[in-house]
């Protein structure tokens, strides 16, 4: 519902500048019968807009009061006032004019009724030289004020509708757009009407003013929106406290607050001595690939595959992995996704390290404290990198071992020559592989890309042909799992699940809606032709926040409490025009820094004012779910790295500040991140001695 009252709303925004915009036009002309029978007429069709607009506000007043705020308090108000004024004063005026209004008996046309037809003639025919010198009478003042500021409302809702929304607390907002209706009334008195040829004049400079001045604005903002050269990340954006004591990167300066010692986040490395448990070396190099249907493209990979290498260790294992860079021209780095490594080993360029450059190498060391599923990925230029194969799986398995089968499963789109294929692996096609029936089987889900098959939901994921259990979120176990059957799995990008099963002594199969004619199909025997369940066509959504058995949350008061408003509009980044999502009105490098302090409690909460969904990863820490749309969660503890914030919800979550560091914390739909849907999470008194921009190897979006 909230989408399709947002989609509305927008068009509805449309609609009032298009027609207020007309009757402001109209409102300047000379006050014939006709022209006030078709302001009347675009009075009613303005009015009718406007309420049904209203209409829909109250409809997506229901999932928050956050979610109207800036139309309740800004634009519609805006709107509303010159409509009161219009409906008062011009209204009766127009009725006049149009001759709606006759004399007692009900015969005698008014006098003005006569001058307004003796006028219509008028304009009709050359108007001779004796009342050339005399300007025709214009529309009253009162139609001319409330009509053409009406106009400037509608328009000024369009801007804020498209350009630049309102936010908290709006007094800024709403004095600055008030002031613009003030002026706007103030020039709407206007001059006289002029006659048609003097008029044409006047409207074609107009019209060339205000194009220039729209140009002019376009290209100020495009020239703006540039990325600076070089740019520390300790320079960028506002720093939002979250209501906590102030401090900065360089230790604290708060009034009579303890001294915080500065750390260099280049320091803050994983273990650098001892012999590593498990050692790999993944090299990155351009390789030719081919798709399970035989499509043969170029990828980048690591070690020559795609996915790149299964990595496998266990719980406690010191993990040393050398990264080796043979790509011809572009730099790579190596992020573990959802391990909450130290901040030095976490991989992302010009944040945490330098790219690695052709030619060049890169050790990354640390513990492997958690056990779950993870993937790895380049932090550099990742929308292309990882859409063109540099990822692979990271499982760390607890130290006594597993039993049965464990399949990683990695669901990926490939760029064909005939467009985006959703794929497992590399398989586009159906994948079959033998299991024993009474066999225990984990399937470890990683979904790394946006959904191919639409871009409003996650990954959607079945598994057909027998019950099971979602085992783990984000390498996190979950408490008392129930038995699962013919559900749809909404995987977010980055995100992962771990589905467990006894294999039946029947065919299983885990399928990817964005492409059904492939999937991952179990069989119990290893000969033969199997026929594969079909997929039902509205399977319901599994709903992670009532699944498994509750428990009590480890924290019920925070130290700092920040709100992430995920929005949209048209803008430019970079120089590029786009339709843009942002965070608290902001791109990067213009979004807010969150500062905490290391020990400390703090909420975070997202709300998705956009037209699309948004998987929010924080790097470095795992986060506890506290509530969705403002309902506490109810099922097992639900932990997550990355979180998939559809339009119109609002998400709370909870975590400790334990890992010193910068870290990001951006939409892992990574052309979100790459058009400037970036922030970072920093705590006091550690920097970076990395910078980003095009005059440095570094691009970590």
Not at 555 to 567: A, P, S
Not at 656 to 673: E, I, Q
């Amino acid at each position: 519902m909230y989408e399709f009252a947002v989609n509305v709303d927008s068009i509805l925004v449309i609609l009032l500048l298009v027609v207020w915009s007309a009757a402001g036009i109209l409102a300047g002309g000379l006050p014939t019968r006709r022209r006030a029978r078709l302001l009347l007429a675009l009075i009613g069709v303005g009015t009718v807009v406007t309420v049904a607009r209203g209409i829909g506000t109250g409809l997506l007043w229901s999932n928050g009061w956050v979610f109207v705020a800036d139309r309740v308090l800004v634009a519609l108000p805006l709107l509303a006032v010159p409509m009161v004024a219009m409906f008062a004063l011009a209204v009766p005026a127009l009725r006049r004019i149009a001759g709606r209004r006759q004399a007692t008996d009900g015969t005698a046309e008014t006098a003005e009724t006569a001058r307004t037809e003796r006028t219509e003639r008028t304009e009709r025919t050359e108007r001779t030289p004796e009342t050339a010198g005399a300007p025709p009478a214009p529309f009253p003042v009162s139609v001319r004020v409330s009509v053409r500021t009406t106009a400037v409302a509608a328009l000024l809702g369009a801007f804020m509708e498209y350009l630049s929304r309102p936010l908290p607390p709006y007094g800024a907002d709403m004095a600055i757009y008030a002031g613009v209706l003030l002026v706007a009334a103030a020039a709407s008195r206007g001059r006289n009407p002029r006659p048609r040829r003097a008029g044409t004049r006047r409207a074609v400079a107009v019209t060339a003013l205000v194009a220039t001045a729209i140009t002019g604005a376009g290209v100020y903002e495009m020239r703006t929106s540039l990325l600076p050269d070089r740019m520390s990340m300790m320079g960028h954006g506002d720093v939002d406290y979250g209501g906590g004591p102030g401090g900065s990167h360089h230790g604290s300066r708060a009034s009579g607050a303890p001294a915080v010692k500065a750390v260099d986040a280049a320091d803050l490395t994983g273990p650098r001595t001892g012999t590593p448990d498990r050692a790999f070396t993944l090299t990155a190099r351009e390789t030719s690939i081919r798709l399970g249907s035989g499509a043969v493209l170029d990828a980048w990979t690591y070690n020559g595959q795609a996915p790149g290498p299964a990595l496998t260790v266990r719980e406690g294992d010191l993990v040393q992995v050398t990264l080796v860079n043979r790509l011809p021209r572009e730099g790579v780095t190596i992020h573990w996704h959802g391990l909450d490594v130290p901040n030095a080993e976490d991989g992302v360029a010009g944040v945490t390290q330098d790219a690695v450059q052709p030619g060049e190498s890169h050790v990354y060391r640390f513990r492997a404290d958690q056990v779950g599923t993870f993937w790895y990925h380049t932090h550099q230029s990742p929308l292309v990198g990882v859409r063109r194969g540099l990822f692979g799986s990271l499982v760390v398995l607890p130290p006594e071992g597993t039993t049965g089968e464990d399949i990683t499963v990695m669901a990926h789109n490939w760029e064909r020559p005939d467009g985006l294929v959703a794929a497992f692996g590399t398989s586009d096609t159906l994948d079959r592989r033998p299991v024993r029936p009474g066999t225990p089987v984990r399937l470890r889900v990683v979904n790394t890309d946006r959904n191919a098959w639409s871009d409003v939901e996650s990954r959607n994921l079945v598994l057909l042909g027998t019950r099971f259990r979602v085992a783990a979120i984000d390498g996190v176990d979950l408490d008392g799992p129930s038995e699962l059957g013919g559900v749809r799995l909404s995987v977010p990008e980055g995100g992962r699940y771990d589905l467990t099963f006894v294999m039946p002594d029947r065919p299983v199969l885990l399928a990817d809606l964005a492409n059904p004619r492939a999937g991952l199909l179990l069989s119990p025997g290893s000969d033969g032709p199997v026929t594969a369940p079909s997929i039902p066509p509205d399977a319901p959504l599994f709903d992670p926040a009532t699944y498994g058995t509750p428990a009590p949350a480890p924290f019920t008061r925070f130290d700092r409490d920040f709100t992430v408003i995920i929005d949209d509009r048209i803008g430019f980044h970079d120089g590029t025009l786009h339709f843009l999502p942002t965070v608290n009105g902001r791109g990067f490098p213009h979004t807010p820094v969150h500062m905490v302090r290391q020990g400390e409690v703090v909420r975070m909460t997202f709300v998705n004012r956009s037209h699309q969904v948004h998987p929010m990863h924080l790097h470095g820490h795992h986060a506890l779910v506290l509530s969705r749309n403002g309902r506490p969660t109810t099922g097992s503890p639900w932990w997550i790295d990355t979180l998939a914030v559809q339009p119109g919800e609002t998400y709370e979550i909870g975590f400790r500040a334990d890992n010193p560091g910068v870290w990001m914390d951006h939409c892992h739909d990574l052309g979100h991140a790459a058009d400037g849907m970036v922030t970072h999470l920093a705590y006091e008194g550690v920097s970076t001695p990395y910078e980003i921009g095009h005059g440095t190897p570094n691009q970590p979006e």
